[in-house]
């Protein structure tokens, strides 16, 4: 440990420091005890800040002109903004202007109402008035209406629609579309305002003239005579009770009329020197005034804020003011529309004396102090205001990494150039002062026992009883600087590097997680997960063995996470470059990331290493480049009533289609549909998300930032789309729908497919008919075929037969010799010709077309010449070929096939004995010729057998032949079909 230089820094050896430490324990007892004391009796310390407007709209972001006039929430949610160019519709992230080419010919809207019908009547100072109806803007022709000058407008309580103008007051009895039974009231008065009594009837504000009450039955009341104030100009009132009025006078303030009582209302609160033009009542119960030069002043309690252009308002006159939900405000000026959410997010910079505005650190003591760090030196936070707390003469003026509380004022500071106490405006030098290694104090984490551990420039260290000692990471770890320390209930202290994380117990390394990564910070979770941010690595998760990681692939807009703060319900917050990204507490990778950034108020996207931490009021403290911002994350759990989805448009080949009546019936051409649907959201517009989802085509809802969807080629069918909006940091909106049909095509239409079957029936009938009648034909043909053959031809053959034979006898006995052998030729020939010309006709026979007439026809008339040659044949199985039916081609060639069969064994076998066995099924049929014949050697057939011929005869019928056979022991042959 190096001594400083500095007086002001005082070192201690280890017995001074516990001797002071003892001392400093009692002391610290006493005082928290007065502070308690204290505390019981005036209450919490508070810390009031300058809220400042994080957010303004202006002709450049769509507003249709920047001097606002009135603010108007329609029954949908939308925003209308009168001006004085025209009107603007405002969804929170998009405006839709109106002027003299939509209908709205005026464009000084001074007023803007709803009727019961949806109706939108526009209340315009030169023009009248006049009405959108179903997106239409038209004027309104309204006889009994005393003036074109139209200045206000009220839709009571009843559905009567009060209209105040430059010559009087009318109320109109609205019954649909027509304005009845109107009344006149104040004739030839310039009616300045109309406010509904919620006691029955109304008060009317006259320009001149003072206030009015008009009760139910009609009957006027002059309550309050202009000449009564200081100035007969009044700009606005208010209902502030039953019979109490707020009035602003010109150049005179706020007055409060009570009954016939006036008195001043908050005289020296309220600045006189600028008129109050519109007064509202916050559902919180705090006040607010918009002026004519002064902005916007808020009444909270008996404490006045002023909302100027200074701290971020459009314009210094302010004549509108809504509260769209609990806690934000929209703030019409003459100079845009500017969003105001007090408490959200509050910033402290330059302009509140902090500078330079890099915040490096934070902390609060617990006396209730909060201390920030900077690049130069320390500064506290003294309500509106950032003061450098040390004097000149021993300021710390180098930059402060870490902020540790010790116990009531006292303050553990790690800077460039060591750790110091800080207590009482003093300093106090405790380690590493004046080095340039270990001085460089990152992290401060304190143990049970009032150890300290310290990450520093030159690796981990403990302090403890006044003495640092170095604890050793790693092995040959180049780079020991430690950027965050944490310890958790089981003693195990974690300690991150830029070459991963060290788990340590007892001061001995026993882990080392992701080596060779640049890890920033550590949290643990309420669950007990463990969370690493890292240098360009993104996020890691482990939870027991298992490790998860976050990246820019998975939602971040940036792989740089600093630090892990958690909120009382569990989501987290990673401060980045590029803005603070919110996970769920359950979040898992592939879960929506969402950011906040500067559209919601944080002073700047870039934070800073180490300098966020979670108050002890749960508010969220980020340091960033420009500032310090503080944030309550319960206001992001408050639901917006608003959140809501509109179909805007259905466009049908990029025409639009009219949904005045609904379900759709489309064509079946019509089924190119294009949906354009908008949120109403004004929290957070930035981060609206949409699902969508069609009815038999899309299984899942489908999330997209994109506010339309395209279908194309749409089958015909019923459909049902259905869409919605969020903003990823709550629920879902309601859902809207749409219902439509797209008609069938009339080739797909019921009466045509029975048309066409009946067709294709009547077709297939004259086919079949018309081939039952060919197959008839051909029968026929066969029959008369057979008997031609058989008759003509057979008894030819027979007849030559029987002339050779006569030739035979009739010629000389000394001659028949010389014949003999041509005349037994004839003979032979005429008798080949007739069998084979009885299988011909056996074949055309139309009745003969089984396997099974085949084989007994064979065996029939092969029986005769086998047991003349002494061969005796057996057939066995020919009932199996009942169901085989063949084709007059094939059943030929299969003829053929097993006559040859038979002639080898009657020519050439030798043998005593012929079995002819068959085998029939669904899957095929076989026939076997098994003789106990010679046999012969395969391998030495030659042509002259017949065998080749068989073979030929099988391929063209494709059917299959095998033979077996061996000298002595007969021959097998098979035919398969």
Same mark, same amino acid.
């Given at each position: ?176 579309t027509a304005f009845a039974s109107p009344q006149v009231f104040l004739e030839d008065i310039d009616i300045v305002q109309v406010v509904e009594n919620p006691f029955g009837g109304v008060f009317v504000l006259a320009r001149r003239e003072g206030i009015f009450h008009i009760d139910t039955e009609g009957t006027e009341e002059l309550r309050i005579a202009a000449d009564r104030l200081p ?136 006396? +209730?102090?909060? =201390? &920030? @760090? %900077?690049?130069? $030196? #320390? !500064? ?6 950032? /003061? ?61 026992? +009032?150890?300290? =551990? &310290? @990450? %520093?420039?030159? $690796? #981990? !260290? ?6 640092? /000692? ?80 976050? /990246? ?53 996207i870039e934070c800073n290493q180490g300098a966020s931490r979670r108050a002890e009021d749960g508010r969220l403290w980020f340091g960033t480049l420009k500032g310090v911002s503080i944030y309550d994350p319960s206001r992001e759990n408050e639901t917006s009533p608003f959140l809501r989805t509109n179909l805007k448009e259905v466009k049908l080949y990029e025409a639009p289609l009219p949904l005045t009546k609904t379900p759709l019936d489309l064509a079946h051409n019509e089924n190119y549909l294009r949906f354009e649907y908008e949120a109403v959201h004004f929290r957070a517009p930035h981060r609206l998300q949409y699902r969508y989802r069609m009815s038999n085509l ?280």
């Open positions: 440990m190096l001594p400083t230089p500095a007086s002001q820094i005082q070192t201690v050896d280890r017995r001074e420091l516990i001797a002071q430490n003892r001392k400093m324990r009692l002391f610290s007892r006493g005082v928290a005890l007065c502070i308690l004391a204290v505390a019981a009796l005036i209450g919490p310390p508070t810390i009031q800040a300058q809220e400042k407007i994080h957010r303004s709209l202006s002709v450049e972001d769509g507003l249709v002109q920047s001097q606002i006039n009135a603010i108007f929430q329609d029954k949908d949610g939308f925003v209308w903004l009168g001006t004085f160019g025209g009107a603007s519709r405002w969804s929170g992230s998009r405006f839709e202007n109106f002027q003299a080419q939509h209908g709205l010919e005026s464009h000084d809207v001074r007023a803007i109402v709803q009727l019961p019908n949806h109706d939108l009547i526009f209340a315009t100072h030169d023009r009248g008035l006049f009405r959108r109806r179903d997106g239409v803007i038209s004027s309104v022709s309204v006889e009994s209406l005393p003036s074109l000058s139209a200045n206000t407008a009220l839709v009571d309580d009843a559905n009567g629609l009060w209209v105040g103008t430059s010559a009087g007051l009318v109320r109109f009895s609205v019954q649909d100035e007969s100009r009044w700009r606005t009132i208010f209902l502030n009770g039953e019979d109490d009025l707020l009035i602003s006078v010109h150049k005179h303030g706020l007055w409060r009329a009570n009954g016939d009582e006036l008195d001043r209302y908050l005289p020296t609160r309220l600045p006189s020197n600028h008129d109050v033009m519109r007064i509202v009542r916050a559902r919180n119960g705090d006040m607010y005034f918009g002026t004519a030069g002064g902005g916007v002043l808020v009444l909270r309690g008996d404490t006045v804020e002023a909302l100027t252009p200074e701290n971020g308002l459009a314009g210094d006159v302010c004549w509108a003011i809504l509260e769209l939900e609990p806690g934000l405000f929209l703030l019409g000026c003459w100079g845009g529309l500017s969003i105001y959410e007090p408490g959200r997010f509050i910033n402290y910079n330059e302009t509140h004396g902090l500078d330079p505005p890099i915040v490096l650190s934070s902390a609060q003591t617990t006396s +209730g102090r909060t =201390y &920030l @760090g %900077t690049p130069r $030196g #320390l !500064f506290e936070v003294r309500g509106e205001e950032v /003061t450098r707390v040390l004097p000149a003469e021993n300021a710390l003026k180098t930059s402060i990494w870490s902020l540790h509380p010790l116990g009531g004022d006292r303050l553990l500071v790690g800077s460039r150039s060591g750790l110091y106490e800080y207590a009482d405006n003093r300093l106090r030098g405790l380690f590493g002062v004046g080095d340039q290694t270990e001085g460089r104090i990152y992290a401060i984490e304190r143990a049970p026992n +009032g150890d300290l =551990y &310290l @990450g %520093t420039f030159a $690796g #981990l !260290f403990k302090f403890s009883d006044g003495v640092g /000692t170095k604890i050793p990471l790693g092995k040959d770890l180049t780079y020991p600087m430690v950027y965050d320390v944490f310890l958790d209930e089981q003693h195990t202290l974690h300690a991150a590097t830029r070459l991963g994380v060290f788990e340590l117990v007892d001061d001995i390394e026993t882990n080392h997680h992701l080596p060779g990564i640049f890890v920033w910070s550590i949290h643990r979770n309420q669950q007990g997960k463990m969370f690493y941010g890292t240098n360009e690595n993104g996020l890691y998760m482990r939870s027991e063995a298992k490790w998860d990681s976050v /990246t820019v692939g998975f939602g971040l807009v940036d792989n740089t996470v600093y630090q892990v703060l958690e909120d009382r319900n569990g989501k987290m917050y990673l401060p980045s470059h590029r803005g603070v990204h919110v996970l769920e507490a359950d979040y898992q990778p592939g879960d929506p990331v969402q950011v906040l950034d500067r559209n919601d108020g944080l002073a700047s899309d299984k899942d809802w489908v999330v997209s930032r994109v506010p339309q969807v395209q279908y194309t080629a749409l089958p015909a069918g019923n459909y049902t789309f259905e869409m919605a909006a969020g903003t990823g940091l709550g629920g879902w909106s309601e859902q809207e729908s749409l219902q439509f049909t797209v008609g069938t095509p009339w080739w797909k239409t019921w009466w045509f497919i029975s048309a066409l079957i009946l067709l294709i029936l009547a077709a297939a009938w004259t086919v079949v008919r018309a081939r039952v009648a060919q197959l008839l034909q051909i029968e026929r043909l066969r029959t008369r075929i057979a008997a031609d053959l058989h008759d003509d031809i057979g008894a030819g053959l027979t007849e030559i037969g029987i002339l050779g034979s006569m030739i035979e006898h009739k010629l000389p006995k000394e001659t028949r010799p010389l014949v003999e052998g041509e005349l037994k030729g004839i003979g032979e020939t005429s008798r080949s010709l007739i069998g084979g010309m009885r299988d011909i006709v056996w074949l055309i026979k139309p009745k003969q077309d089984s396997l099974f007439d085949l084989m007994v026809h064979l065996v029939d008339t092969s029986r005769q010449p086998l047991e003349g040659a002494g061969i005796e044949i057996r057939s066995q199985g020919m009932e199996s070929l009942r169901a085989t039916r063949l084709p007059m081609e094939k059943r030929q060639q299969v003829l053929m096939i097993c006559k040859e069969a038979i002639h080898n064994v009657l020519k050439h076998s030798e043998a005593t004995y012929l079995k002819v066995t068959a085998k029939g099924n669904a899957s095929g049929s076989e026939i076997s010729f098994e003789d106990n014949g010679a046999g012969f050697n395969l391998q030495s057939l030659t042509r002259g057998n017949g065998l080749t011929n068989m073979k030929r005869r099988a391929k063209e019928a494709n059917v299959s032949v095998s033979i077996d056979s061996k000298p002595g022991q007969g021959t097998i042959i098979k035919l398969a079909i």
